[in-house]
């Protein structure tokens, strides 16, 4: 683990107008750290992930992050050029829902392909081979590469969703509920799916879940929030067997099988 952060956020705040989205939220996260943000309903989650990922404009407070190049930049002073860059190449983010994530209308290798073609990858057939390659990672099969998404069960999709943005080895993905709108079997299939990946690539990660369980397995750090705000901190195992904040303790006390 490197000493310098890999992102930095300081007093994040969001507001909607009069409504509190998220308040004076501070984090860090290093390289090779998953880093979970649990919560109920309305807690901030995705308001805060937003916010980090640039995809919402804060209301207050900086987000910084250390670059490839080793410099550490505040988000808010990139270039627009930059930023997308940024995304293209050292993020990733996968959405709760696999549609907001894929193009539906091309198939399973266009999305991959597509994803390598941003980076300035041209070589058709290394592109097909690097797609073929990543749908057997999350376990698609090869012959389904001229499908498209509309024809993938929901798990598939968001298996899809998945190789398509590690495809380009990020070093940070964003997650919010991956695993939330399928059922229970699939849902443990596809996260001991992103365990492997996330161990195997080393990646970093920001994983928002309201999920303890899902925390538990993937998570090395976990923030926990309660009406925008995060009300306690620590290692996963930690926050789960010892938690101190009553909040917390509710939330544990309510999922007796963590
Ligand atoms: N576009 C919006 N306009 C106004 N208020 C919003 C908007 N998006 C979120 N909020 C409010 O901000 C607060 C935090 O919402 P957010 O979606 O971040 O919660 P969450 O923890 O992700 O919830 P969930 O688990 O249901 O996804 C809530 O009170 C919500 O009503
Ligand atoms: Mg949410």
Redesign the pocket.
Known sequence: MSERPLLTATAIT?H??T????EDVSLDIHEGEVLAIV????????????CLAQRLAVTSGQVSYRMRDGETRDLASLTEAERRFLMRTDWGFVH?NPADGLRMRVSAGANIGERLMAVGDRHYGRIRETADDWLSRVEIPGLRIDDRPTAFSGGMRQRLQIARNLVTHPRLVFM??PTGGLDVSVQARLLDLLRGLVDALGLSAII?T?DLAVARLLSHRMIV?K??RVVETGLTDRVLDDPRHPYTQLLVASILEV
């Open positions: 969001r909607y107008g409504h509190v989205g998220c919560g109920e309903s309305g807690s901030g989650k995705t308001t805060l992930l937003n709760q919010d509920e928002v309201h929030m009406n925008g």
